[in-house]
C-alpha cells in the first residue's frame, strides 16, 4: 500500500458502507496544526482554507466524521511515550481539534497495552473528561518463544491455550473498568477496546512486514468468546473493533486479485449481528471446566461453555453459544420462564477439524449451516451442541 489510499479513499469507502469512520491523528511525528487542518478539511462546511481546498481536490461536502483518536499506541509505536508525557500531549493536541459546523467530535486518548493499568489511571487522573473515549488494545498472541506460531498448523494443547488467553480479556477488562470507575463513576468516559483479535506468524511466502495470516475454525472461537465477553461490559465499552477486517492478522476478507474469500470470523460476525442495538439479557450457568495447567498456561481456567443473549426492538430474543469442547457434544438446558417461545431455529458454525479455514481453492470449507438439535417444551430449551461448534438461535 503506498498511501494513495488516502482520506477521500477511506471517508468514501465508509459513506458507501454506511459506517462510522474512526480517524487516528499522528501525535508521535506530527503537528498540532497538522492534526488541526486535517480536522478542518475533513469537517468544515463553510468557506475555510481547508475546506477550498477539499473542495479543489474534488470533494463539495464535509464528511460526517465523529470519532477521533488523538494518537495510537503512544506507549510503543506511537512514539514510545511515557503516559504523563501523553497525557499533556493529548490535552495540547485535543485542543485545536475543533468542531466545525455540525460536527462534535468524540476525542479518544491514546490508552493502554494489556495489563498496563498504571497508564488508565494516569490517564484518568490527568485528563478525565477532556477525553470522551479511552482505547485499549489486547491481543490473543503468545509471548512464549520468538515465533507467535502458526495460523493453521497446531495442535489442540494450542487451541486451548488460545482461547484461555482469549478468556482473560474479561479480567483485563474488568481492571481497566475498576480504575475508570474511581474517577468517573457516572460513566461520562467511554471505553473502546479498538484493537483485539488473534496474531500469529505471517503466512510463507506473503510480503514480510504485511502480517497476513490464515483464519481457521480456532479464530472463530476468539471471535464469539470475545463477544460473549465484550456483551457484559457495554454500559462502559462503547466500541470494541477486531484489529483488521481483510489480509492482515484476524480479518474476516482475503483477497487475492479480483478473488475474494469469507474467513470463520467472517460467519461469527454475520452470526452475532443479531445482538448489536438489542438488549443485553445476562445468562447464568454452570459447565465443566478445564484446568490449563503448566507455565506456559499460567494455570488458566477454561470453561468450556460461552454464550451471551439479547432481546431485539421487535421483541425476538437470540441466544449465541460456543462448545469449546474440541471432542465432546454438550447438552444444554435453559429456563425461558418469562417468554412465549415455541421453537427455536438457528445457525451452526463448525467443521472437521480445528485447522480447518476458506482457501481460494475452497472458499466454502468452513461455513454456516442450518442448525436442528433445539427442542422447546414447556418453557425449557434444550440443546445439542456438537464439539467445537458456535450458534445462533432465534426464540419464536
Known sequence: EDNSFGTHEFLNLCEMLGCEPYI?????????????????????????????????????????????????????CGGSMRPEYYADLYRRYSTYCRNYDSTRLFK?????????????????DRV??????????????????????????????????????CREIEDVLKKHIAIMDEYDKQKHVA???????????????????????????????????????????????????????????????????????????????KMYNVHQDATYIPLEGSCKIMNLEGERNQNR???????????????KIHISMSNIDADQAQEVTINLSGTNAKKAVGEILTSSNLTDYNSFEKPDNVKLAPFKEVKVNKGVLKIKLPAKSIVTLELQ
Open 24 to 76: 487516528s491523528g499522528n501525535v508521535g511525528s506530527g503537528t498540532v496544526e497538522e492534526l488541526a487542518k486535517w480536522v478542518e478539511y475533513m469537517t468544515s462546511e463553510g468557506d475555510s482554507p481547508m475546506a477550498r481546498l477539499r473542495r479543489q481536490n474534488g470533494r463539495d461536502k464535509a464528511w460526517k466524521v465523529k470519532y477521533l483518536g488523538v494518537g495510537n499506541e503512544s506507549w510503543g
Open 301 to 315: 481456567k477454561l470453561p468450556l461453555l460461552s454464550a451471551t443473549a439479547s432481546r431485539d426492538k421487535s421483541g
Open 128 to 165: 478525565g473528561r477532556g477525553m470522551h473515549g479511552l482505547s485499549l488494545h489486547y491481543y490473543t498472541v503468545t509471548g512464549w518463544s520468538g515465533s507467535k506460531g502458526s495460523a493453521t498448523q497446531f495442535d489442540k494443547d494450542d487451541y486451548y491455550w488460545t482461547l484461555g488467553k
Open 191 to 269: 471505553l473502546l477496546l479498538d484493537e483485539w483479535g488473534t496474531w500469529w506468524d505471517e503466512e510463507p511466502g506473503t510480503v514480510r512486514g504485511h502480517l497476513y495470516q490464515q483464519n481457521t475454525l480456532r479464530d472463530a472461537f476468539v471471535a464469539s468468546l470475545s463477544f460473549d465477553i465484550f456483551h457484559k461490559y457495554t454500559d462502559r465499552l462503547k466500541m470494541a473493533n477486531i484489529a483488521q477486517i481483510v489480509n492482515v492478522l484476524q480479518s474476516m476478507i482475503l483477497t487475492k486479485g479480483k478473488e475474494m474469500v469469507l474467513t470463520p470470523t467472517y460467519y461469527v460476525f
Open 108 to 124: 479518544i486518548a491514546s490508552g493502554a497495552s494489556d495489563y498496563d493499568y498504571n497508564w488508565t489511571k494516569v490517564l484518568m
